[in-house]
């Protein structure tokens, strides 16, 4: 088999770059033959893989965390080619999400790697968002409001790792704002003023964070964890439970799943997908399912 590797030298705080060496070594052992493609900035693996020819290979692999996997989706579905292949996750980043629902020890790189050489495969469902015209797509999560907020006041801190997205969270509870939201899911409307919204395709987000403990990655539906006008109180003492899910007890908060959601806020608000910052609200998102094969053990 061969593969397109996308390597990001950057994931966490620089460990890829120290463990490629041994990732090219454990390729060989395995007898995957690859062509290693190491991405240089913000934006290019989509590059890459957007601009691939995919005939040439029989998957590619997403070596980082989940802003890697997130640029590695994208350059897939905005390449014109008709080949579709299946996509192999390489955890070797801060935030390893999706690799998690897909039981990947993020802690072993060989396991991971002697998975894709075994090329057994499984269906699974990506996001698809539309947001100031355009379309993009992700495996994880998209969210808005403190969520987004506490994520883009954890990029100045990134060199804490997954500590850096704790500093967010508390920094965002001393300033903390409300928004009147709409929501539509399946034909259902709601109206409220909302603390944040999370729209989840897998159970993880980030390192730890059980967002959405009901999640499926190949059921066809999203998952909505949607939190209403809550205190800064109940928030901090809302907040350890996310590490164990049962923050979807709380009365502030409610869950759904649907395929088709949309959401209005009465301010634009930033959107996170997969960790990144990009897009503001209003925002459509849908379930694509089964829109892609992922190698699994």
Same mark, same amino acid.
């Not at 894709?116 to 998209?142: A, H």
């Given at each position: 088999?061969?593969?397109?590797?996308?390597?990001?030298?950057?994931?966490?705080?620089?460990?890829?770059?120290?463990?490629?060496?041994?990732?090219?070594?454990?390729?060989?052992?395995?007898?995957?033959?690859?062509?290693?493609?190491?991405?240089?900035?913000?934006?290019?693996?989509?590059?890459?893989?957007?601009?691939?020819?995919?005939?040439?290979?029989?998957?590619?692999?997403?070596?980082?965390?989940?802003?890697?996997?997130?640029?590695?989706?994208?350059?897939?579905?905005?390449?014109?080619?008709? &080949?579709?292949?299946?996509?192999?996750?390489?955890?070797?980043?801060?935030?390893?999400?999706?690799?998690?629902?897909?039981?990947?020890?993020?802690?072993?790189?060989?396991?991971?790697?002697?998975?894709?050489?075994?090329?057994?495969?499984?269906?699974?469902?990506?996001?698809?968002?539309?947001?100031?015209?355009?379309?993009?797509?992700?495996?994880?999560?998209?969210?808005?409001?403190?969520?987004?907020?506490?994520?883009?006041?954890? &990029?100045?801190?990134?060199?804490?790792?997954?500590?850096?997205?704790?500093?967010?969270?508390?920094?965002?509870?001393?300033?903390?704002?409300?928004?009147?939201?709409?929501?539509?899911?399946?034909?259902?409307?709601?109206?409220?003023?909302?603390?944040?919204?999370?729209?989840?395709?897998?159970?993880?987000?980030?390192?730890?964070?059980?967002?959405?403990?009901?999640?499926?990655?190949?059921?066809?539906?999203?998952?909505?964890?949607?939190?209403?006008?809550?205190?800064?109180?109940?928030?901090? &003492?809302?907040?350890?439970?996310?590490?164990?899910?049962?923050?979807?007890?709380?009365?502030?908060?409610?869950?759904?799943?649907?395929?088709?959601?949309?959401?209005?806020?009465?301010?634009?608000?930033?959107?996170?997908?997969?960790?990144?910052?990009?897009?503001?609200?209003?925002?459509?998102?849908?379930?694509?399912?089964?829109?892609?094969?992922?190698?699994?053990?």
């Amino acid at each position: 088999m061969k593969i397109l590797l996308v390597y990001n030298n950057f994931a966490g705080n620089g460990r890829a770059k120290k463990n490629l060496p041994q990732v090219e070594s454990l390729f060989k052992k395995y007898k995957i033959n690859f062509d290693i493609a190491i991405t240089k900035y913000s934006g290019h693996g989509i590059e890459i893989v957007g601009n691939a020819d995919l005939s040439k290979y029989d998957g590619i692999v997403a070596a980082g965390g989940d802003g890697t996997l997130f640029e590695v989706i994208n350059g897939y579905f905005k390449n014109s080619s008709e &080949q579709t292949i299946p996509l192999g996750v390489l955890p070797v980043g801060t935030g390893n999400a999706f690799a998690r629902d897909l039981e990947l020890d993020t802690t072993k790189i060989e396991e991971a790697i002697e998975i894709i050489s075994k090329q057994k495969l499984r269906k699974v469902d990506v996001g698809k968002f539309s947001t100031e015209g355009k379309d993009y797509y992700f495996l994880n999560i998209i969210g808005a409001g403190f969520v987004a907020d506490a994520n883009k006041t954890a &990029q100045s801190f990134k060199i804490f790792g997954n500590f850096s997205y704790i500093i967010g969270v508390f920094y965002r509870i001393l300033v903390l704002k409300f928004t009147k939201l709409k929501l539509e899911f399946d034909g259902k409307k709601l109206e409220t003023e909302s603390t944040f919204i999370e729209v989840s395709n897998t159970r993880y987000t980030g390192a730890d964070f059980l967002m959405a403990p009901n999640a499926e990655i190949d059921d066809g539906l999203l998952d909505i964890t949607l939190v209403k006008k809550i205190s800064r109180l109940k928030l901090l &003492q809302t907040f350890p439970k996310i590490f164990t899910g049962e923050h979807i007890l709380i009365n502030e908060i409610e869950t759904h799943k649907a395929k088709h959601i949309k959401i209005e806020t009465d301010k634009p608000l930033i959107l996170t997908p997969d960790g990144e910052l990009l897009g503001t609200t209003p925002v459509e998102i849908e379930c694509l399912k089964h829109a892609i094969e992922v190698f699994w053990k």
